[in-house]
């Protein structure tokens, strides 16, 4: 089975403080992406990376960055919290090779920003 | 360009009934559709995919979902829900570039009640 973790489950964090949430799947998958889950609004995807460090814009990446330097981790930093940037977020992998298309995801990192 | 909208922000049905949860998508190409379930304070699970073929699609837990082309629909159905069905359910389409992106409606949180 592919195991996608995430470092924490809940994170409390001030307004202006660095924050990394960190992502690790055990399939070797080439592809991992970011998203955050707000009532109402689905998944929106943040970034994505297809390759150690090579990374993509997702839809809404404006305040956040990303870091992928080992094929198995994925990082995603906000560089300086907003409490606008309170949500769920969300990281998952997928191969594309021979592929079945879907993602797998971890369970999940509540941030909430005061 | 990929959209999914998923009809009805809540649903609520008694135990024993049938559930449906509607999913409507508009895409350019021939589509590859998913549904997705979260249980709470949990990352997503796949519930059932369409990729080609049968358009009548089996999944997990008694779930099944119809690709209906001309209607540009991918309805998700069960014909007996049970309390432990209650859940956050995501249509979502893969976009028509690489990587194994996927576009996720804004959900449907299913209520079972007694």
Redesign the interface.
Known sequence: DVKVTQSSRYLVKRTGEKVFLECVQDMDHENMFWYRQDPGLGLRLIYFSYDVKMKEKGDIPEGYSVSREKKERFSLILESASTNQTSMYLCASSTPSGSTYEQYFGPGTRLTVT | AQSVT?LG?HVSVSEGALVLLRCNYSSSVPP?L?W?VQYP??????LL?Y?SGSTLVKGINGFEAEFKKSETSFHLTKPSAHMSDAAEY?CAV?TSG?????I????TRLAVHP
């Open positions: 998923q922000s590859y998913f997705y304070n949990q990352g997503l699970q796949l995919k990729l995501f893969k690489g990587y194994n992106k996927l996720f409606g804004a959900g």
